[in-house]
């Protein structure tokens, strides 16, 4: 199978650990940018990657890149693109687009030129005027940075933060991709208990659960590339089949998610049935401040309020006082970790993290708060 060049794109402050999730499932040859991580495979890669990748946002392959700071160049270079070696004569191929700091700031001209340019090079390569475009799909991207056009077809679809269990929303939900990478970038180990106070429909229970044992988030979902004709659906199956294999569902985690709201649990039980994980999940209605636990050591990992609406402030003021006093005086040998916007978090809390890193939650700019408790003596995890 040919060397393919794929891009893993990732939001803003999580391409390190898209980065590290290449790494652990093989693909070592890369490089971060922001934004997106590029790396190297074949076919297999693109199946293993969309059913593994548990905090970026799509899997695309990078058709060319090229300057281009006129319609002509844009024009000629997308034509000399090997298209036909991806679509073939029945594809649909939409095109959208973005530039950035580029001569051609025109969206929507650079698209229609893209289209024509990529009809161009099929004519050429099938011999005929016409394209039906009933097949498959093959959604292709310019995407213009500094007068450089990087042209691409997304594998993927949908985003993968949309892996088949969440039918439903509460209001401000937490994008699963982002609940994945908190719980990485916790290091929470499995063998601790990890509760979340404010849990709302689930999505960081249920993407600690996913992660704890080993099971492949996109295995719920289709991808646009199942139904491409140069990757074989054998491929889908074995990548699958391996993902099943390496399952650990047996294995046994203690995770907790609590909230005061009986209809985001309601959500939050029927998304944990959806992913298989009613029997590893348990919900609690429950007042965060209430919480307690017997187990000596633990992770309290959270997406609390922001406050972000007028009048609503002083309330996540309070929680987070409260938060750093549940800390202090319940939980002193627990660690804490804390996704929120709101700038006087650590001096609200009562201390300073001990690392703090910078993320986007939708378009809201939040800080992840990093609160490390002590190791466990002896050993233990209880």
């Not at 300057?67 to 029945?90: C, S």
């Not at 039906?132 to 991207?141: D, H, L, Q, T, V």
């Not at 404010?198 to 249920?206: A, D, L």
């Not at 047996?250 to 998610?257: D, M, S």
């Amino acid at each position: 199978m040919a060397k393919i060049e794929l891009i893993a794109t990732a939001a803003f402050g999580l391409e390190a650990v898209v980065a590290a999730e290449l790494k652990e499932l093989g693909y070592k040859e890369q490089m971060v940018e922001n934004g997106r991580v590029t790396f190297y495979g074949d076919e297999e890669a693109i199946c293993r990657t969309n059913l593994w990748l548990r905090s970026a946002d799509r899997v695309l392959v990078k058709v060319g890149e090229f300057e281009a700071r006129t319609f002509d160049e844009l024009f000629e270079g997308t034509k000399a693109l090997p298209w036909p070696e991806w679509l073939p004569a029945d594809a649909a191929f939409p095109v959208t687009g973005k530039a950035v700091k580029s001569k051609l700031f025109s969206v929507p001209d650079c698209q229609a030129i893209v289209k024509k340019a990529v009809v161009e090079k099929m004519k050429q390569a099938y011999h005929r005027n016409w394209f039906p475009e009933n097949g498959a799909s093959y959604k292709i991207e310019v995407a213009l940075l500094k007068d450089r056009a990087t042209l691409t077809l997304d594998t993927s679809g949908a985003g993968l933060h949309k892996r088949g269990y969440r039918e439903l929303a509460a209001a401000a939900p937490l994008r699963e991709t982002l609940a994945a990478a908190l719980v990485r970038l916790s290091k929470w180990p499995p063998e601790r208990v990890l509760a979340d106070p404010f849990c709302g429909s689930g999505t960081i229970p249920i993407e600690a659960a996913l992660l704890a044992l080993n099971i492949a988030p996109g295995g719920r979902r289709r991808f646009s590339a199942e139904n491409w004709s140069r990757i074989p659906e054998r491929l889908w199956r074995l990548a699958r089949q391996e993902a099943e294999e390496v399952a650990r569902r047996e294995r046994k985690v203690r995770i907790l998610g609590t909230d005061i709201d009986e209809k985001v649990l309601r959500l939050a039980r029927h998304h944990a049935r959806r992913a298989g994980l009613e029997n590893v999940i348990h919900f609690q209605r429950l007042p965060f401040s209430a919480f307690r636990s017997r187990f000596e050591y633990g992770c309290l990992l959270c997406n609390p309020p922001y406050g972000e609406r007028l009048g609503e402030v002083r309330e996540a003021e309070k929680i987070y006082r409260e938060l750093g006093r549940l800390l202090r005086e319940q939980l002193p040998t627990w660690s804490c970790f804390v996704l929120t916007s709101h700038k006087g978090f650590e001096r609200l809390f009562g201390r300073p993290a001990a690392k703090k890193r910078k993320l986007y939650n939708g378009r809201i700019e939040c800080h992840f708060y990093q609160y490390f408790g002590p190791e466990p003596t002896g050993g233990r995890h209880e």
